[in-house]
Each structure stands twice: as structure tokens, then as C-alpha cells.
């Protein structure tokens, strides 16, 4: 099993429209939960963070179900620039070598075209 | 102005022959990732650098290697390019902790012949 799971998709939506992105992780120890988009042949770039009491930022609201290990994207009114790859990603503080980091998990993300 | 610096942005190697991938920051991050990324997949953590100190995922070939010289630097040398190499290779920098943003630089895509 993947340790982050997404619908591939591609999403294809007309502007205006909401969609919704799920995801799931497997590691209950998981302590900080992202999405990032990446577009096409670009560096992935953080979208927002997850918080459990939900959270929401213009257009894009995320929410977190830590019981059921679940993440969720929402994009309202979707644009033609929101075309992109939304990637799920969820964080843990690891420990090697005597030093403890930030690492990151990536799901492989789900594929969203706006078109007009 | 750019925060995380890959060069080249595309690099062509042949079959079997040393490539060196860079990276650089103006962050003064203590943490500074390689990631490989093949086509519609995730981008996988190949190691990380805190501050000196290395680490290699267990699941890292022998074939990737890294250096550190200073804070700013950090390289991704490939011994022995296969064809299964080939793909965008993402340095990634953040302060350290599990909720903190990664920044990533702009890639570099690897082709090998």
C-alpha cells in the first residue's frame, strides 16, 4: 500500500465549477499534512497546509480527518490558471544520524485541466 | 529573486558517465533534499543533508552520492547513469521541522542516451 494514496484523475471541469480532491496516508504518526501544486515540468510549490480544524484560503479550502487518516482538497469557482497537478503530502519528524527532520511524503498527485 | 538555484536545467549524459547535479540556497536552511521524480510519480526522497551530516534513504542506490561543501551548497553526483535514471532530479531546502515549508528549486531534467 502507498503511504499517500490520491485519485490519478485527470479531473477535466469547466471554469466556474468546484471540484474536490481526496486523499489518504497510511502512517497514523504523520504530523503535518500539505498540498503543493506542481505544474507541468515545474518544481512542485506549496498550495497551503492542512490543519485539523480545517482551513480555507480564497478559493481552496482543506480539510484534515485525522480518525480516518483522509485529506481533502476543495477548489470553488476553478479558473483556467488552476489547471495543474495538486499534490497530497503529508509530514513526519524522522530521526538518522543523531538529527531529527522534517520529511516529507508525497502522494503522486491528481491531475486537474480547467477549460473554458 | 530565486531562493533555491538548480543548474544545469537539463542535463544529457551518456550511458555509464558521471554527471553532477548542483544546488544552491540563499535560505540558510539547515536542511537541504534530493528528490528524483519520473514521469506521473510522486517525487521519491533519495537523501538529506542536515547542516554536515548525511542520510540516505535505505531504498537509495549506491549509485547516487552527495556532497555538502557549506551551507549553500549541496551536489547530487550520479557514478554510473543507466537508462532508468533518467528523470527530474528536485533539491529541496527547509529549516527542519516536519511542519515547515520545503522549498524547491526548479529541477533538473536528466536525459540519458
Known amino acids: 500500500r502507498k503511504e499517500v494514496e490520491q485519485d490519478p484523475g485527470p479531473f477535466n471541469v469547466p471554469e466556474g465549477a468546484t471540484v474536490a480532491f481526496n486523499c489518504t496516508y497510511s502512517n497514523s504518526a504523520s504530523q503535518s499534512f500539505f498540498w503543493y501544486r506542481q505544474d507541468c515540468r515545474k518544481e512542485p510549490k506549496l498550495l497551503m497546509s492542512?490543519?485539523?480544524s480545517g482551513n480555507e484560503d480564497g478559493r481552496f479550502t482543506a480539510q484534515l480527518n485525522r480518525a480516518s487518516q483522509y485529506i481533502s482538497l476543495l477548489i470553488r469557482d476553478s479558473k483556467l490558471s488552476d489547471s495543474a497537478t495538486y499534490l497530497c503530502?503529508?509530514?513526519?519528524?524522522?530521526?538518522?544520524?543523531?538529527?531529527?527532520?522534517?520529511?516529507?511524503?508525497f502522494g503522486q498527485g491528481t491531475i486537474l485541466t480547467v477549460h473554458p | 529573486d530565486a531562493m533555491v538555484i538548480q543548474n544545469p536545467r537539463y542535463q544529457v549524459t551518456q550511458f555509464g558517465k558521471p554527471v553532477t547535479l548542483s544546488c544552491s540556497q540563499t535560505l540558510n536552511h539547515n536542511v537541504m533534499y534530493w528528490y528524483q521524480q519520473k514521469s506521473s510519480q510522486a517525487p521519491k526522497l533519495l537523501f538529506h543533508?542536515?547542516?554536515?551530516?548525511?542520510?540516505n534513504e535505505a531504498d537509495t542506490p549506491d549509485n547516487f552520492q552527495s556532497r555538502r561543501p557549506n551551507t549553500s551548497f549541496c551536489f547530487l553526483d550520479i557514478r554510473s547513469p543507466g537508462l532508468g535514471d533518467a528523470a527530474m532530479y528536485l533539491c529541496?531546502?527547509?529549516?527542519?521541522?516536519?511542519?515547515?515549508?520545503?522549498?524547491f528549486g526548479p529541477g533538473t531534467r536528466l536525459t540519458v542516451l
Open positions: 529541496a531546502t527547509s529549516r527542519g521541522l516536519a511542519g515547515d515549508t520545503q522549498y
Open positions: 503530502v503529508v509530514g513526519l519528524q524522522d530521526y538518522a544520524g543523531g538529527t531529527s527532520y522534517g520529511k516529507l511524503t
Open positions: 543533508y542536515y547542516d554536515k551530516d548525511f542520510n
Open positions: 492542512v490543519y485539523s
